[in-house]
């Protein structure tokens, strides 16, 4: 008799949570989140091509399911892992990094303008 294998039924939907250049750091990590109770995959490529002696790295991301992505990420910045943390990004399309980015440049548009505004009338 062969091995027994188990098919999902459904379709789950992965987030991508983590992404760096190592396929080996990668594997590390995934079994941090697989330690936590936390289901991984692993995509990526290694570039085709060195610099002198050294691999150029290439491109690894972890993936779990949609509802473990925040779970994941706080275990991945209690390991310190938070340089590569992939964020949730919003229905808006952004994360959260990116929206807060986007108001401190807003409000700094918003201060020139009242300062150019300001000097204009002070100069009539």
């Known amino acids: 008799m062969g091995p027994i294998v188990r098919l999902e039924r459904k379709s789950r939907p992965w987030e991508q949570v983590w992404q760096g250049d190592s396929e080996a750091v990668?594997?590390?990590v995934a079994g941090r989140l697989e330690a936590e109770g936390i289901r991984t995959r692993i995509q990526g490529h290694t570039a085709p091509y060195r610099a002198a002696a050294f691999a150029l790295g290439g491109a690894w991301a972890i993936l779990v399911p949609v509802g473990k992505a925040h779970?994941?990420?706080e275990v991945l910045r209690e390991?310190?892992?938070g340089q590569?943390?992939?964020e949730d990004e919003s229905a808006a399309g952004l994360t959260v990094n990116q929206r807060r980015t986007l108001q401190a440049l807003i409000g700094a548009a918003f201060v020139v303008t009242l300062l150019v505004t300001g000097l204009l009338a002070a100069q009539r």
């Open 79 to 81: 390991n310190e892992e």
């Open 71 to 73: 779970h994941a990420r």
């Open 26 to 28: 990668a594997s590390i």
């Open 84 to 86: 590569n943390i992939i």
